[in-house]
């Protein structure tokens, strides 16, 4: 009988994405578990305003069975003090998991699944923690207080739970510095690249594929960035530097659709030659646009497609933040600490087909695979690999 692994992510849960709540959950599926995910409606939009999904239950594309609970909690006030969800003990009753892995734990819920684990004690625990000083906003009091509430949680959780996880090893330190979880719990297990979109890819064919469809010599040095397109990701600064760069070969391709208050920024660069606008694409179809491009260029917040440029086996420029030097595992990348459209542009031009950049490219093909999403997965549910 297949063992049961239920994903329990009391809110921002949105089945499309490719954050480690739905990665995770995808490849368990995939190695043979069968899955299922628990959620509530509430989720933010892509202006990070409060919105709520339809209570329902469905299948995903990859088997995954989602249920969306009703939300109790309707504001972030009352959030802290009441239970996030309607119906989680009893959703876990009907399902009968033999692990659960919570992402995140800032929740009074974190009772119910206490009070399920102690009424089957055979059940494994595991939690992530994807919250850290910058993007809790740690140094105003409304973030110390809620750190002080999810350190409560934590310590409920910590009960039953057999590892918790730091998704970044900044997030490690918040675990332990913060939120004072016992220090033999906790553990990084960082984000991965579900490597079925990577291994056996003929990437010569990808390259020539994507590059005839956005109109993107064969010769371009291409540049590549993505993701969430809004001002603490600072893509705007990138595609400044590459117009700046027209009339040479490099190019770039951003994806993703800007947010409400970067939408007129982002429209002064459509048209420009060397900058292609991809829009939205399906997060499958991202690992073609790595494949495709010379370098990977993030000059802003950390995001899950950092890894998944690592696994792709290009080249990757990043803005320094603490804690996020992992990226770099043996030369594969650049973290600048002084992000401007000027250095930009010089990484750029230093980087254009040089001989650092052959020993970056060198170095990223033989990193890719430590981030490869199989072993992550099952490290994260503290399961092996069958020989």
């Not at 992402?103 to 494994?124: E, L, S």
Request: proline residues 3%; hydrophobic residues 40%; charged residues 25%.
């Amino acid at each position: 009988m297949r063992k049961k692994v239920v994903h329990v992510v009391l809110r921002d849960y949105i089945d499309t994405n490719s954050y480690q709540e739905q990665t995770l959950s995808r490849k368990h599926q995939e190695l043979g578990y069968e899955v299922s995910v628990i959620t509530s409606q509430l989720y933010r939009d892509k202006n990070k305003k409060r919105a709520f999904h339809k209570v329902e239950e469905f299948k995903n594309k990859y088997g995954v069975t989602v249920t969306i609970l009703p939300c109790k909690a309707r504001n972030n006030f009352t959030g802290l003090f009441q239970d996030q969800v309607i119906g989680l003990y009893d959703k876990l009753c009907q399902i009968k998991p033999d692990i659960i892995f919570v992402h995140n734990f800032p929740y009074r819920d974190m009772r119910h699944i206490v009070r399920y684990v102690k009424n089957n004690p055979n059940v494994k625990v595991y939690a992530d923690c994807h919250t850290d000083y910058y993007n809790s906003h740690y140094n105003s009091l409304q973030g110390k207080l809620r750190a002080l509430f999810a350190k409560r949680q934590g310590h409920i959780l910590n009960k039953v739970a057999i590892k918790f996880w730091g998704t970044t090893p900044w997030r490690v330190d918040f675990l332990k510095n913060v939120y004072k979880l016992p220090s033999e719990k906790i553990d990084l297990l960082i984000s991965g690249a579900d490597e079925t979109h990577i291994i056996n890819i003929n990437r010569e064919a990808t390259k020539e594929a994507i590059r005839a469809k956005y109109g993107i010599p064969k010769d371009a040095f291409l540049v590549i960035t993505g993701g969430k397109l809004d001002k603490r990701k600072q893509q705007d600064l990138l595609m400044e530097a590459v117009k700046q760069l027209g009339g040479t070969d490099v190019w770039l391709i951003a994806f993703g659709t800007p947010s409400d208050d970067m939408v007129s920024v982002f429209q002064q660069y459509e048209g420009i030659k060397n900058i292609v606008m991809a829009g939205w694409v399906a997060s499958e179809d991202t690992y073609s646009l790595f494949m495709a491009s010379d370098l990977a260029f993030f000059p802003g917040t950390h995001s899950v497609l950092w890894e998944e440029a690592v696994a792709c086996s290009i080249p990757l420029v990043v803005k320094l933040w603490s804690g996020m030097s992992y990226v770099n595992a043996n030369g594969n990348a650049l973290l600048l600490d002084n992000v401007s459209v000027e250095t930009i542009k010089n990484t750029i031009v230093s980087l254009n087909r040089t001989d650092e950049y052959n020993n970056m490219l060198h170095c990223a093909k033989e990193v890719a695979n430590k981030f490869y999403l199989k072993d992550i997965a099952y490290k994260a549910i503290g399961e092996k690999q069958e020989e």
